[in-house]
């Protein structure tokens, strides 16, 4: 590409984000001053503007127009029609338009009820910091809601939607695993195993491991292994090591297989047996 080419895609680039952003800025305007007429209800007014915003997947718009088919507001009420929009808003991730999906899938609304499509909603919702789907999803963790207890765990792990809480993370990976989620037991066995919430146990982690390990998880098997071999909460079993990395192999767990391969191959804790380590 000769100097002249370059120069004139960057000009072509530049003159493209330009007009992108002059549009967004565009958008923005037409959508307050939609956002204007709907406080005034002026509704007619209002709902000319969010159509030709929504048009240009505006999010905000989609979702104005969602609530006003909900609430009749200019329209006749149309829950299929508030449905649409609240969708195409909640695909650009517009946490708004997610909670007001899980309403609607929760009510029945628009859609036959179904409590697990509106929890999922609310998860989104949540984990996009909106207040209303927090409580909600709280709400179903504390009804006891399986799914619900981990996930919440989960947002309290990484900070979506909620401030980091490693007590509060703990907590609800402990009633999730205390019902034998699969997850839920292994991230509690390794909460132990880093101190993470609660107070550093290796013996705890191991107990917590065998439990999912039992169970079919791969990645408790593998550290469960690791423990047995070093010795870390319980007595240091070389069988047990390989009976759990085999175990972690037979999973599907491919760092297992190398991690076996290895120590077959060196004879660390163990007897070298090169021809196992070519397995």
């Not at 005034?40 to 718009?61: E, K, Q, T």
């Not at 999922?120 to 209303?132: L, R, V």
């Not at 240091?236 to 077959?264: F, I, M, N, P, W």
Request: a neutral charge; zero cysteines.
């Amino acid at each position: 590409m000769t100097l002249q080419s370059v120069i004139k895609l960057g000009r072509l680039l530049i003159g493209g984000v330009a007009m992108q952003l002059t549009v967004s800025i565009a958008v923005a305007a037409e959508f307050d001053a939609g956002l204007a007429a709907y406080k005034a209800a002026n509704y007619a007014v209002a709902l000319a503007i969010f159509n030709d915003n929504a048009g240009r997947d505006d999010p905000r718009a989609q979702f104005a127009l969602g609530m006003m088919y909900d609430n009749g507001e200019g329209v006749a009420v149309d829950p299929k029609q508030a449905l649409n929009w609240f969708e195409k808003s909640a695909e650009h991730g517009y946490a708004k338009a997610q909670y007001q999906l899980g309403l609607m899938h929760i009510k029945g609304r628009g859609v036959p009820r179904n409590d697990g499509i509106a929890r999922e909603w609310f998860s989104q919702a949540a984990e996009a910091g909106d207040a209303s789907a927090i409580a909600r999803y709280r709400q179903f963790a504390e009804d006891g809601d399986i799914e619900a207890q981990y996930n919440l765990a989960l947002m309290y792990l990484r900070g979506s939607g909620v401030a980091r809480d490693p007590a509060a993370t703990a907590g609800w990976l402990k009633r999730a695993a205390g019902r034998d989620h699969l997850a839920a037991l292994f991230g509690y066995g390794r909460l132990f195993e880093l101190g993470r919430g609660v107070a550093r146990s290796n013996t705890e982690a191991a107990n917590w491991y065998e439990r999912a390990a039992s169970q079919g998880d791969a990645k408790a098997a593998f550290s469960l292994a690791r423990l047995y071999r070093l010795g870390l909460g319980v007595a240091k079993d070389v069988a047990k090591a390989e009976l759990y990395y085999s175990r972690a192999v037979d999973l599907g767990y491919s760092l297992a297989a190398l991690t076996l391969a290895q120590l077959y191959e060196t004879g660390t804790d163990w007897k070298k047996d090169p021809p196992r380590a070519l397995e």
